[in-house]
């Protein structure tokens, strides 16, 4: 079984985008996956449920029948940092209760499991705690993602540099280029040296999950790691 975390460099940064399409590949070669994004900030109330779009576009391409709730158990209606949107509903967001909600995904005994953070990596949770905290708990393997742009190498090592220090292995990276970007070849040639992992796939304008599902070389993900 192999359990990803994908993290990115920022926020809006693709992560639901790459979290998405690599579950939608996973699931085109056969594999069970399962989803999770365990925060969310920025929700709809729909039949007393807060819905989260991101959490939606996972159960679109996951295979467990896992329902929203299941998906992403702390959901805030405010898109605000989530630590805030906590202390204003004067609840605690603590990394056991994470991982609680994480062992019901394993529950779905997939073959596969994607999590979606939230932010960066270094997302706080309030009291002093991180979702990466979480993370280190179930050691997962992290996927970076880097939303390339002018300053993104930068963001790029600090939040790689980071997950290492914290004890992880990021597995592999994506670089996400919506956009043009100078001396585009150059700056994933920097990190493609810098970053220990294999680039994983390389976005450039997406029009689909169909379409973004096709990029990812998923042999990079199921070689024995070294
Ligand atoms: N390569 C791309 N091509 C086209 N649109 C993109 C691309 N990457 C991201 N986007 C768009 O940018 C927006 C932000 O991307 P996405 O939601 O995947 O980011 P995120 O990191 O998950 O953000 P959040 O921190 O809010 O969870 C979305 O509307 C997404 O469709
Ligand atoms: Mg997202």
Aim: with cysteine; glycine share 6%; aromatic share 8%.
């Amino acid at each position: 079984m192999s359990n990803y975390f994908i993290t990115a460099t920022d926020t809006d940064a693709g992560k639901t985008l790459v979290a998405a399409s690599l579950t939608a590949a996973f699931v085109a070669t056969g594999k069970r996956v399962a989803v999770y994004k365990p925060i969310s900030a920025g929700c709809q109330l729909i039949a007393d449920v807060l819905v989260n779009d991101d959490a939606l576009a996972l159960q679109q391409q996951a295979n467990c029948q896992q329902s929203i709730i299941d998906i992403n158990p702390i959901a805030f209606a405010e898109p605000i940092a989530p630590h805030i949107a906590a202390l204003k509903a004067n609840i605690a967001i603590t990394t056991e209760q994470i991982s609680a909600g994480f062992r019901q995904i394993l529950a779905n005994q997939a073959d596969i499991t994607i999590t979606e953070g939230a932010g960066g990596w270094r997302l706080p949770l309030g009291n002093g705690h991180y979702l990466s905290d979480f993370v280190k708990q179930q050691q997962l393997d992290v996927i970076l993602v880097v939303q390339m742009k002018l300053g993104c190498l930068n963001h790029a090592m600090l939040s790689y540099q980071a997950i290492v220090n914290d004890g992880l292995n990021v597995v592999a990276w994506v670089a996400n280029c919506p956009a043009e970007m100078p001396y585009l070849e150059e700056n994933i040639s920097y990190l493609q040296t810098a970053i220990k992992a294999p680039l994983v796939a390389r976005f450039g304008y997406i029009d689909s999950i169909n379409q973004a599902k096709q990029l990812f070389d998923l042999s990079m993900l199921t070689k024995p790691k070294i």
